[in-house]
């Protein structure tokens, strides 16, 4: 396990956030992290990132202790990608892909052409090359999306944490970015990354956490996590789960308090 | 013809015009040399008159004009990149009167009654540099403890530079008659009365400011990213406070000896910007040669327009920057 964190409690002033929570991410697989509003998703990926540091507990990353690492070091073996990515000035998209070089140089060390081609690679990852002397800002939203992806993708860390990089994004830009970090976790990227949406990470996760108060609530494949039982527990929400028909993984249907159901076929799963 | 072609050109075309700037400000004004006559006179080697005039008096003043010009502007030009605040100047964070009033008590602790400077003019600098640092500091530490927003930045800023103003004024009016004189020329940014001491005392400090500036260009690149994201990648957290230091050095570097120059830290790197579209290297590069230039050009104005009188270069750069800033606002609404 390239990353792993061991009894982490994180705490905002006296609310706390996680409660001596461990947790592995398996290489080369998709990790999605499930939970209600506030439950500590965020907070987690920022402790594992070294951003935040917990009031106790530990997290290693490929065999070091990150607190021990040098902020080049933690972002060669970690990339993180925040909820809400900012750009402050002009940039075409290779300039800011070419940022992501930034851990591997040194104070005087010039571009090379190492630099140059993992660039190059993840502008052709991201399918943006075509893009790559187009302003940032011109883009549509999936194509930023993926924009700052390919930046990640640059720092060439084997472990990528994302935080709900498909918020705010419509039906079509969603699918293109999971099918993007398909691709990636092929190519041997552990990813762990934060959904709100659990059918998107039932179909896609190969392990999902659900937390709920900070703690794990229940982890495993989407078909040992995802029951009406989780779903009522850690988001309080009555649900049917039933198998998908198209990827035959399960598929939770929400019940409303307001509305009748008008049809029940008895196909769930749980 | 791609974006970093056009800057590099841009760039060939500053060090082009700087170039011919400074034979043209060594030869010409109130007495004009011809060429040779100058050349020689640079190294001491023509007539008393001649060399007097190029090597004693303008040649630390061309130099002066260069490294006050280009510090200013690369202080502003540090501060926009690292508060990502486009009115960010050390003009309007308090550093031009936190320096003044560092230069203002050095000289009111170190003048003699016989108006004599008891120490060293060496440590200058570095008393412009205290009260640089401690202005920015402060602002820096007030904005930052509370909700931190652009506006707040500057508000403070703009208080503390207000107080400053207010001890400058207070430090005049308490200190000796001569203090209240150079004080107030000082103040007004004029760099004729340079010598070539002044110039041995700020060069080596400047070239080793520039350096570590241009060091610091992929550092402020990643400025441009969320704080999150900069951090993910790996800038160091020291790296606002360097880049904070090295803004209030280059700000004590140019206004130690050419006093309180307005505009230039604050219009120098909007214009470079908009020169220069491509990397923060070139775009530090472009801020230096205008920096330079336009001190070199408010200067000779001073000097050579309104003959038999000097009007300090601060006045000049004041009364270019203001109809020029205008006209980039304006344009910058029209192009958005």
């Given at each position: 396990?390239?990353?792993?964190?061991?009894?982490?409690?994180?705490?905002?002033?006296?609310?706390?956030?996680?409660?001596?929570?461990?947790?592995?991410?398996?290489?080369?697989?998709?990790?999605?992290?499930?939970?209600?509003?506030?439950?500590?998703?965020?907070?987690?990926?920022?402790?594992?990132?070294?951003?935040?540091?917990?009031?106790?507990?530990?997290?290693?990353?490929?065999?070091?202790?990150?607190?021990?690492?040098?902020?080049?070091?933690?972002?060669?073996?970690?990339?993180?990608?925040?909820?809400?990515?900012?750009?402050?000035?002009?940039?075409?998209?290779?300039?800011?892909?070419?940022?992501?070089?930034?851990?591997?140089?040194?104070?005087?060390?010039?571009?090379?052409?190492?630099?140059?081609?993992?660039?190059?690679?993840?502008?052709?990852?991201?399918?943006?090359?075509?893009?790559?002397?187009?302003?940032?800002?011109?883009?549509?939203?999936?194509?930023?999306?993926?924009?700052?992806i390919a930046l990640v993708l640059a720092q060439d860390a084997d472990v990528i944490?994302?935080?709900?990089?498909?918020?705010?994004?419509?039906?079509?830009?969603?699918?293109?970015?999971?099918?993007?970090?398909?691709?990636?976790?092929?190519?041997?990227?552990?990813?762990?990354?934060?959904?709100?949406?659990?059918?998107?990470?039932?179909?896609?996760?190969?392990?999902?956490?659900?937390?709920?108060?900070?703690?794990?609530?229940?982890?495993?494949?989407?078909?040992?996590?995802?029951?009406?039982?989780?779903?009522?527990?850690?988001?309080?929400?009555?649900?049917?789960?039933?198998?998908?028909?198209?990827?035959?993984?399960?598929?939770?249907?929400?019940?409303?308090?307001?509305?009748?159901?008008?049809?029940?076929?008895?196909?769930?799963?749980? | 013809?791609?974006?970093?072609?056009?800057?590099?050109?841009?760039?060939?075309?500053?060090?082009?015009?700087?170039?011919?700037?400074?034979?043209?400000?060594?030869?010409?004004?109130?007495?004009?040399?011809?060429?040779?006559?100058?050349?020689?006179?640079?190294?001491?080697?023509?007539?008393?008159?001649?060399?007097?005039?190029?090597?004693?008096?303008?040649?630390?003043?061309?130099?002066?004009?260069?490294?006050?010009?280009?510090?200013?502007?690369?202080?502003?030009?540090?501060?926009?990149?690292?508060?990502?605040?486009?009115?960010?100047?050390?003009?309007?964070?308090?550093?031009?009167?936190?320096?003044?009033?560092?230069?203002?008590?050095?000289?009111?602790?170190?003048?003699?009654?016989?108006?004599?400077?008891?120490?060293?003019?060496?440590?200058?600098?570095?008393?412009?540099?205290?009260g640089a640092i401690s202005s920015f500091m402060v602002v820096y530490w007030l904005?930052?403890?509370?909700?931190?927003?652009?506006?707040?930045?500057?508000?403070?800023?703009?208080?503390?530079?207000?107080?400053?103003?207010?001890?400058?004024?207070?430090?005049?009016?308490?200190?000796?008659?001569?203090?209240?004189?150079?004080?107030?020329?000082?103040?007004?940014?004029?760099?004729?009365?340079?010598?070539?001491?002044?110039?041995?005392?700020?060069?080596?400090?400047?070239?080793?400011?520039?350096?570590?500036?241009?060091?610091?260009?992929?550092?402020?690149?990643?400025?441009?990213?969320?704080?999150?994201?900069?951090?993910?990648?790996?800038?160091?957290?020291?790296?606002?406070?360097?880049?904070?230091?090295?803004?209030?050095?280059?700000?004590?570097?140019a206004v130690s000896f050419a006093g309180a120059l307005g505009f230039v830290g604050?219009?120098?790197?909007?214009?470079?910007?908009?020169?220069?579209?491509?990397?923060?290297?070139?775009?530090?590069?472009?801020?230096?040669?205008?920096?330079?230039?336009?001190?070199?050009?408010?200067?000779?104005?001073?000097?050579?327009?309104?003959?038999?009188?000097?009007?300090?270069?601060?006045?000049?750069?004041?009364?270019?920057?203001?109809?020029?800033?205008?006209?980039?606002?304006?344009?910058?609404?029209?192009?958005?």
């Amino acid at each position: 396990m390239s990353l792993f964190c061991e009894n982490i409690s994180s705490s905002y002033g006296e609310h706390k956030v996680l409660n001596n929570l461990s947790l592995s991410i398996k290489d080369k697989q998709i990790t999605v992290l499930v939970g209600a509003n506030g439950c500590g998703k965020s907070t987690l990926l920022n402790v594992l990132a070294g951003h935040l540091t917990p009031v106790q507990g530990t997290v290693n990353i490929q065999g070091n202790l990150l607190e021990k690492l040098t902020a080049k070091q933690k972002a060669k073996a970690l990339a993180l990608l925040p909820q809400h990515p900012q750009l402050y000035s002009e940039m075409t998209v290779s300039e800011l892909v070419a940022l992501g070089r930034f851990p591997h140089h040194g104070l005087i060390k010039r571009w090379t052409a190492i630099d140059q081609q993992a660039v190059d690679e993840a502008l052709a990852q991201t399918g943006l090359s075509e893009f790559e002397h187009k302003n940032l800002a011109s883009l549509s939203g999936g194509q930023q999306q993926r924009a700052w992806i390919a930046l990640v993708l640059a720092q060439d860390a084997d472990v990528i944490l994302l935080d709900e990089p498909i918020n705010h994004l419509d039906l079509s830009y969603q699918i293109e970015i999971l099918d993007l970090l398909v691709n990636l976790k092929l190519a041997g990227k552990s990813i762990l990354l934060v959904l709100h949406d659990i059918n998107l990470a039932s179909r896609y996760a190969d392990t999902i956490v659900a937390l709920k108060n900070g703690q794990i609530y229940q982890q495993g494949t989407p078909e040992q996590v995802i029951d009406k039982s989780m779903i009522k527990a850690v988001f309080n929400q009555q649900a049917q789960v039933i198998r998908d028909p198209l990827y035959l993984t399960p598929m939770v249907l929400t019940i409303s308090q307001s509305l009748p159901i008008k049809q029940h076929k008895e196909q769930s799963l749980c | 013809m791609s974006r970093s072609l056009k800057s590099t050109i841009t760039l060939l075309l500053l060090c082009a015009l700087l170039a011919v700037f400074i034979p043209a400000y060594l030869s010409l004004g109130e007495q004009s040399y011809g060429w040779q006559q100058t050349w020689l006179a640079l190294f001491n080697q023509a007539g008393s008159t001649e060399n007097l005039m190029i090597h004693t008096l303008r040649a630390p003043r061309l130099l002066l004009a260069i490294i006050a010009g280009s510090a200013l502007a690369l202080a502003g030009f540090l501060l926009q990149n690292l508060t990502r605040v486009s009115l960010a100047s050390p003009s309007l964070l308090g550093a031009v009167d936190g320096a003044a009033v560092g230069v203002l008590v050095f000289l009111t602790l170190f003048t003699a009654a016989d108006n004599q400077v008891l120490v060293s003019i060496v440590w200058l600098p570095l008393a412009a540099f205290i009260g640089a640092i401690s202005s920015f500091m402060v602002v820096y530490w007030l904005t930052l403890r509370t909700n931190p927003s652009i506006s707040r930045f500057i508000l403070v800023g703009i208080t503390i530079s207000g107080l400053l103003k207010a001890i400058t004024v207070l430090l005049m009016i308490v200190g000796p008659i001569y203090l209240a004189s150079q004080a107030q020329l000082w103040l007004t940014g004029y760099i004729n009365q340079t010598n070539w001491q002044e110039i041995q005392i700020l060069a080596p400090i400047y070239l080793l400011l520039l350096l570590l500036s241009f060091l610091t260009a992929p550092w402020l690149a990643l400025n441009q990213l969320d704080n999150s994201l900069a951090k993910a990648l790996g800038l160091p957290q020291f790296s606002p406070y360097f880049i904070m230091i090295l803004a209030a050095a280059l700000t004590a570097v140019a206004v130690s000896f050419a006093g309180a120059l307005g505009f230039v830290g604050l219009l120098v790197p909007h214009i470079s910007k908009r020169l220069i579209r491509a990397g923060l290297f070139k775009q530090m590069l472009a801020c230096c040669l205008l920096g330079a230039i336009l001190l070199l050009l408010a200067d000779f104005i001073g000097r050579t327009v309104f003959f038999p009188y000097e009007v300090p270069a601060g006045v000049i750069t004041a009364l270019l920057g203001v109809p020029l800033f205008i006209y980039l606002f304006s344009t910058a609404r029209s192009q958005a």
